[in-house]
């Protein structure tokens, strides 16, 4: 089986060197767990060290935003746009018209986008942002599995992120995402600490225990050999 690297430092040792190749993720955690981060590191470290084109699309981001954060990391992302290693793109979605038919239009756009550059990495921050589009909890449920279906008929390594309340057994903001991916990555935030949990991962033998983490001046590090017990994770 191909493994796809995540390229967070020292995180790819607890899934035996990488996600399954076409696999989806789910990135999930509460505010200030450093979802946006991973999911940013891992297209912008593919195209860095491993030389595959990704994009990072943003549901509701604000792209100055985001571009300011990866610089911020002293990450040169403009060489690799310029090469079409790496795009970042901002979904748009007007709230006050009909919103299926804008993520499909949404959709096809992104698969342009992928297949312009040949991505095989993408990440989707956040699946969240569709539920205050959508009140009607069918109406979302059914959205978010045609959205997932979707982006793997893309073939490519999809990462998404949800946001949650930052509990020890919340995976995903709606009870949906967490059936129609392959792996979920949780990350919690008990100020000041951080840390993060395979909650599954498909074909992969993983680390069964929760390992610290913590954002440096070069990005988001995971210590594969230290442990966080899970008394010390409670919704804060």
């Known amino acids: 089986m ?7 430092k020292g995180f790819d ?25 991973f999911g940013t590191t891992y297209v912008y470290e593919g195209a860095r ?21 990866m610089q911020n990391f002293n990450w ?23 919103i299926e038919a804008q993520i499909d239009k949404e ?4 698969s342009s986008m ?16 569709f539920g205050a589009w ?10 978010l599995f045609r959205f997932s279906d979707y982006l793997k008929d893309l073939n490519c390594t999809t990462m998404l992120t949800a946001e949650t309340k930052g509990g020890p057994r919340d995976f995903s903001a709606y009870g949906v995402e967490e059936f129609v991916v392959d792996g979920i990555f949780a990350m919690y935030f008990i100020p000041p600490h951080r840390s993060i949990f395979v909650r599954k ?7 069964p225990l929760a390992h610290p983490c913590s954002i440096t001046q070069n990005g988001l590090e995971v210590n594969p050999k230290d442990e966080i017990m899970w008394s010390a994770i409670k919704q804060y």
Request: charged content about 25%; hydrophobic content about 35%; proline content about 4%.
């Open 2 to 8: 191909k493994r796809i690297p995540v390229g967070v």
């Open 76 to 98: 040169d992302i403009k060489s690799l746009e310029q090469k079409d290693l790496m795009k970042i793109y901002r979904m748009h979605i007007d709230p006050r018209k009909e």
């Open 114 to 129: 992928v297949k312009d550059i040949g991505a095989t990495r993408l990440t989707v921050d956040s699946t969240t942002a």
């Open 201 to 207: 991962l498909r074909g992969t033998k993983h680390s």
């Open 49 to 69: 060290q491993f030389g595959d084109p990704g994009l990072f699309v943003t549901v509701e981001g604000n792209l100055k935003n985001i571009v300011w954060n």
């Open 134 to 143: 959508i009140q009607d909890s069918g109406k979302l449920r059914n959205l």
């Open 13 to 37: 040792e607890l899934i035996e060197g990488g996600i399954p190749e076409g696999a989806t993720t789910l990135v999930s955690g509460g505010t200030g767990s450093g979802k946006t981060i």
């Open 107 to 110: 959709l096809d756009i992104i």
